[in-house]
């Protein structure tokens, strides 16, 4: 094994391995800096509630703007992020611009706000989600926090309280990616959710196979009848709408909506709608 020997573990990588290898430490490297250089930046990508056709509010996604290899995506370097344990400060940074975005809406829409299960580790994310609010003063019923199964397969017990503390602040708690993980149905007894994020993949695959239709009719149905809503991800077609629409799903989002726009955008488009 490589790992018994380690002057040994060169030999075992090929010349490919190796390049993504250097290109993850540069990241890890700049990463390092880039907070303090502020080349971070949030865009917001809306979601329409269906029933009033209306921007109910919107998602800050991160953004790397890296000097030399331009706009990171975030699936490149959050999870580094989460491994050196930086997403907790860059965490903190996400929370505090988008809540300070949000104050300045024209309209008192929703911000959701990503969080990584890292994040909930030290105990204190509670302090940082206050701080953020108070430093904006924006109302806690405003920010939506999104979490992922991988939050809740860590520590369980812990989380659950915490997740319960960050809803006695009064802001709403998403559950994102719904469908992709397991033990889906154990969470949302577990937990009530204000809303469900119906993942992606089952959206895409709505107008081609009958059984993506079948999941998303009971998710909707039983989120209804716990009393959380449902927000539909990565809508493309009109066709997708159609059924989103018919399956009686809360709220969509996607590129048919309107892809992420910058933050300078997002007043504009809420004065339009
Ligand atoms: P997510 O939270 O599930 O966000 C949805 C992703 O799907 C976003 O990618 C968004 O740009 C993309 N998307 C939206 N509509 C469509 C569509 O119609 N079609 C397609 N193909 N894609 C669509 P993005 O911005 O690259 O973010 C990827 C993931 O990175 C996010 O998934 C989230 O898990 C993570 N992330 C983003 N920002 C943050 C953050 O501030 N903190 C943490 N911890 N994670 C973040
Ligand atoms: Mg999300
Ligand atoms: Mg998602
Ligand atoms: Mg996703």
Redesign the pocket.
Known sequence: RAKADGRGISRFFEPAMDAAIQTRRGVELDLGTALAQEQFAL?F?PFLDLSANRIAGF????RWHHPVRGVV???AF?PIAEETGL?VPL?EW?LRQACREAARWPHAVRVS????PVQFRGGAIDATVIAALREADLDPRRLEL?I?EGVLLQDSEATLAMLHRLKRLGVRIAM??FGTGYSSLGYLRAFPFDKIKID?AFVADLAVRPDALAIVRAVTTLADSLGMSTTA????TEEQLAHLRAAGCTEV????ISR?VAAGAVAPMLRCG
């Open positions: 865009a990508q998602e800050a996604l991160l995506s975030p699936a959050v997403i965490g996400v706000v990503n969080l990584s999104e992922t994102d990616d992606r991800e990565g809508v493309e989002q996607g590129y048919l992420p």
